[in-house]
Nanobody, 116 residues
Framework: QVQFMESGGKAVQPGGSLRISCLAS????????MAWYRQTPGKAREFVAV?????????DYADSVKGRFTISRDNAKNTVYLQMNNLNFEDTALYFC????????WGQGTQVTVSS
């Protein structure tokens, strides 16, 4: 059974930094590209960042987070991370991880709130 468990979200001030994590299970983690997505109330879930699987070092980011966010993974721990720097109000969202393209199964997400 595929599962995603996101953690690490909290309230931070504008300009602050935060690293969130996602533990994945139920599939051969190292073989698959992993991505972060985010969603705010009333809006569709949107792509944030992706990191290739297997031996690839492919990365891509949404334009809104380029230069501020960095995705990484630890295949030994089945975990993908998102380091977020210089956070702004527009980054407030519920953050999810999944494969790219995403599977139908989603985790609960982790809430990141940027507030002064």
């Amino acid at each position: 059974q595929v599962q995603f468990m996101e953690s690490g979200g909290k309230a931070v001030q504008p300009g602050g930094s935060l690293r969130i994590s996602c533990l994945a299970s139920g599939f051969p983690f190292r073989k698959y590209a992993m991505a972060w997505y985010r969603q705010t109330p009333g809006k569709a879930r949107e792509f944030v960042a992706v990191l290739g699987g297997a031996s690839t070092v492919y990365q891509d980011y949404a334009d809104s987070v380029k230069g501020r966010f960095t995705i990484s993974r630890d295949n030994a721990k089945n975990t993908v991370y998102l380091q977020m720097n210089n956070l702004n109000f527009e980054d407030t969202a519920l953050y999810f991880c999944n494969q790219l393209p995403p599977l139908e199964s989603w985790g609960q997400g982790t809430q990141v709130t940027v507030s002064s």
